[in-house]
């Protein structure tokens, strides 16, 4: 079904994730772990997030595998355990399988003990953090979960990308039809998104990147080579310096960093630059995942009762001149998910000349538009 003249189609996200399921088995990724792949990215489309859906497929999961630098297989291997932690290595394997095993674990663990973390080392991209979040949710807990990433973000006052975009990650049960979840970057913008700029040949924002000589990029195509060679650099949530804030994301993301690396003695910041020796080598990732049951401190429906009131008040208190309503974190993908679950998925001409190149490659007939 087209979406518009400009070539832009509205795919079913059924059909989407199954074609997803079937790359990721045509790269040699086992079956259940191909469907955890497929699910985790179909997730992001149907919720809006498409800088970590199928607009990533080609060049971070697809393109790696390729490469020899992501392991189709994944190793899962605990390294380390206490009864309420843990510490994983999952030796370059699938983010996504390594991420959900990790919560589950997680999880696990907060059911007898009330809380349970797990850190996990030599893992991959593990796509939108909310994920996670949201798997804890369900099982009635609050979910937290970070990763670092390939170095994007300056310190403030500094023009050279240190830090990942190291999102820091919670998700809690509430009495509404979804929970609350904040899934952000610690950067303004993430390189996401600025994939998603270039594909679709607009300039970028002002503010978003700082370039070597402490100007504003706007070129996007460039820009991403120029992250690449460390000649730009992301902006930290807040903004260039003090006035706006700006330390206060180079802080949060430092905190990611050191709880993504120092607590399971993992590489960190520029290590993570996916080159070893010159040659492109896995990237890997750290990751940490924690778990908090909300029956070991109180009533579970009262707790998601009461989050649920602080979360309409919010959206009850006065609005701002020419402002129609106010939202709560999630609320807006939340909206966006029932709309993509009726009309389908946005994909633009340049990504579906992507997915017909992977298809060609790896000898899938059936197309999901």
Not at 15 to 20: C, G, Q, T, Y
Not at 77 to 97: K, N, Q, S
Not at 350 to 358: K, T, V
């Amino acid at each position: 079904m087209d979406g518009s003249d400009s070539g832009m189609r509205l795919v079913p996200l059924d059909r989407l994730e199954r074609f997803m399921e079937k790359v990721f088995s045509g790269l040699g990724v086992p079956a259940a772990d191909a469907k955890v792949c497929a699910e985790v990215l179909a997730a992001a489309d149907r919720h809006g997030i498409g800088s970590h859906g199928i607009n990533r497929l080609k060049p971070i999961y697809y393109d790696r595998i390729r490469a020899g630098i992501l392991f189709p297989k994944t190793r899962f291997e605990v390294v380390r355990e206490g009864p309420a932690t843990a510490v994983v290595d999952g030796h370059d394997g699938m983010g996504f399988v390594i991420a959900k095993r990790a919560m589950g674990l997680a999880i696990t663990k907060a059911k007898m003990y009330g809380i349970g973390m797990v850190a996990v080392r030599n893992s991959s991209h593990y796509g939108i953090a909310g994920y996670y979040a949201i798997q804890a949710a369900k099982a009635g807990m609050i979910g937290i979960t970070g990763t670092n990433a390939r170095p994007s973000i300056a310190p403030t006052f500094g023009v050279e990308n240190m830090l990942g975009t190291n999102p820091l990650t919670v998700g809690i049960p509430t009495d509404e039809g979804f929970p609350f979840v904040i899934d952000c970057a610690t950067s303004v913008s993430q390189r996401g998104k600025i994939e998603v700029y270039a594909r679709e040949g607009k300039p970028l924002p002002p503010g978003w990147v700082i370039r070597r000589d402490g100007t504003s990029a706007a070129d996007a195509k460039l820009t991403l080579r120029e992250l690449t060679s460390g000649d730009a650099a992301l902006v930290p949530l807040g903004g260039v310096g003090e006035e706006t804030a700006g330390y206060k994301g180079y802080g949060y993301a430092t905190v990611v960093e050191i709880l993504s690396a120092a607590l399971q003695a993992g590489p960190f910041m520029k290590a993570l630059c996916g080159m070893e020796d010159g040659k492109p080598a896995p990237y890997h990732l750290g990751h940490f995942f924690i778990a908090i049951d909300v029956a070991a401190f109180t009533d579970p429906s009262g707790f998601r009762k009461r989050a649920g009131d602080i979360l309409r008040a919010l959206r009850a208190s006065a609005r701002a001149p020419g402002e129609r309503r106010i939202y709560t974190a999630w609320e807006k993908e939340y909206l966006v998910s029932l709309e993509r679950d009726r009309k389908g998925v946005p994909v633009n001409a340049p990504l579906q000349a992507e997915i017909r190149q992977m298809a060609s490659k790896l000898g899938i007939t059936e197309l999901p538009f």
